[in-house]
């Protein structure tokens, strides 16, 4: 093997010309030769007998030239890329030159990983929002674990708004059962506005035991094939029941907590708000200034790494949906979409994390960030600990060069959070406190099988762009 030339084109993209020789080629052929021998009839043989000379006399000397040169051309490329010391994203475009008994050259057009040239890295700014919990946002959050701790009294009586009435019903159209109209044992929250409008307030004054036929219109926004429709449903009443929140006192706490008071549980409640925000308001800051980071990068990038890590979006984005279960293929078809829709709208955000990850690899080489075992053990320590799990189980799951190179991409991104200067955030929407809820991305909700509910028709959205996951190891 022989490299003619290994020219530079643009877009990081190299085009490697190799060569090979007779001798090697012809141990090729005899390998392509013994692979398909079995497959070739020559008379007076049997399977797989022939020699090769005869089977090239009857079907010419170039019969197991093809699969000579494509089972060996990757080898001969891989060394080509060794020699030439190249660091290549993706998989090659080959073009075969010449094929002869003296061997066959081909061209390989490939992208390298670009040159990239840091901008500023440190002494970034960006804003940071200040920290603060209330003592109505502790209150409310110990409502809300009373709440979750509430249980529900059967009442004997009728029903009244606020309660909780345990119904069976089924619902008819035209005197005939409707998909999704009927249920048993449901636990409904008079005045909860769960139902179509019309419906709960009709079972106010019914107590365990009474039946009842409610007369209901669904809204003109409803499902299309309910919108505006007069409909019956026969009703029954289980149990009236009312929810029994405990009182917020040590007993309380004790039941629900480790601690013995009140104060104690309250204490615990306002710290843990505090490092939630915290954390949340390092990474909105950690975001601002990587990207910027990324932003100030210059870098050749080549097409392929960025259709790489866009792929690589919607592999993910398909694996979230399915969690959710449903496949990739029903979200496409509920949203009005296709793959190569979705593919287009993940190159954006390929884009940033491909730059992103170019950035951090250019920090770690700048500053010399090295890896010693104790770092990747407590590297380890620390997701264990995230993961909820012990370091044993995670390193099972975990490979010892992703964790050291997650590391390494730690550490890079301190070096810019530690020289950066926090700014006050500009008076804006944005720039409001963050709560728990912002402090965790939302989760999409699988579509659910039609209920009778009260909704709204919604407008069928384009498809979703996918969700950037954590920034990956860079190459």
Not at 54 to 67: D, K, L, N
Not at 218 to 235: N, S
Not at 412 to 417: G, L, S
Request: with cysteine.
């Amino acid at each position: 093997m022989s490299v003619k030339s290994c020219e530079k084109l643009e877009k990081s993209m190299v085009e490697l010309t190799v060569e090979v020789n007779a001798a090697d080629f012809e141990t090729a052929v005899e390998k392509a030769y013994k692979k398909q021998r079995g497959k070739i009839r020559m008379p007076g043989f049997r399977p797989g007998k022939a020699p090769r000379k005869m089977i090239e006399r009857a079907y010419g000397e170039g019969v197991f030239y093809e699969e000579a040169v494509n089972s060996s051309w990757w080898d001969v490329y891989s060394e080509a890329v060794k020699e030439q010391d190249l660091k290549v994203v993706g998989y090659p475009k080959v073009e075969v030159l010449e094929v002869s008994k003296e061997g066959y050259s081909f061209k390989a057009t490939v992208a390298v990983y670009p040159e990239v040239k840091l901008g500023q890295y440190k002494g970034l700014e960006a804003p940071k929002s200040e920290v603060n919990v209330t003592d109505e946002d502790v209150q409310k959050q110990l409502e809300d674990m009373a709440d979750r701790n509430s249980r529900l009294v059967d009442q004997d009586r009728e029903v009244q708004d606020g309660d909780i009435a345990n119904i069976d019903f089924k619902g008819y159209l035209n005197n005939e059962p409707f998909d999704g109209g009927e249920a048993t044992n449901h636990d409904l929250g008079i005045g909860s506005g769960q139902f179509v409008p019309g419906f709960e307030e009709q079972l106010i004054g019914m107590k365990a035991g009474e039946e009842k036929d409610i007369d209901i219109t669904f809204p003109e926004d409803y499902h299309a094939d309910l919108a505006g429709k007069a409909v019956v449903f026969h009703v029954k009443v289980n149990a009236v029941k009312v929810k029994e929140v405990p009182e917020l006192d040590d007993d309380f706490a004790m039941d629900v907590s480790e601690f013995d008071t009140l104060d104690e549980l309250r204490a615990d409640v306002r710290r843990k708000m505090t490092e939630q925000r915290e954390d949340a308001v390092n990474r909105e800051f950690e975001n601002v200034l990587m990207d910027k980071v990324a932003e100030g990068l210059e870098a050749d990038i080549p097409v392929d790494m960025i259709e790489d890590q866009a792929h690589a979006f919607v592999e993910n984005f398909a694996r979230q949906v399915q969690a959710q279960g449903m496949s990739l293929e029903q979200y496409l078809q509920m949203t009005n979409s296709n793959p190569d829709l979705l593919l287009e709208q993940a190159k954006e955000p390929a884009e940033r994390q491909v730059r992103l990850d170019l950035a951090v690899a250019a920090i770690i080489k700048e500053e010399n960030i090295e890896a010693t075992d104790e770092d990747v053990e407590n590297e380890y320590k620390r997701q264990a600990e995230q993961a909820g799990m012990d370091v044993e189980t995670l390193k099972k799951y975990m490979e010892e060069p992703y964790i050291r190179e997650q590391y390494l991409r730690n550490q890079a991104i301190k070096v810019v959070v530690d020289s950066a200067v926090a700014v006050k955030p500009e008076l804006t929407e944005a720039a409001e406190p963050v709560t728990e809820e912002a402090a965790e991305p939302a989760e999409e909700e699988a579509p659910k099988k039609k209920r009778v509910r009260k909704t709204t028709k919604k407008k069928t959205e384009e498809a979703a762009e996918p969700v950037e996951t954590p920034a990956e190891e860079p190459d």
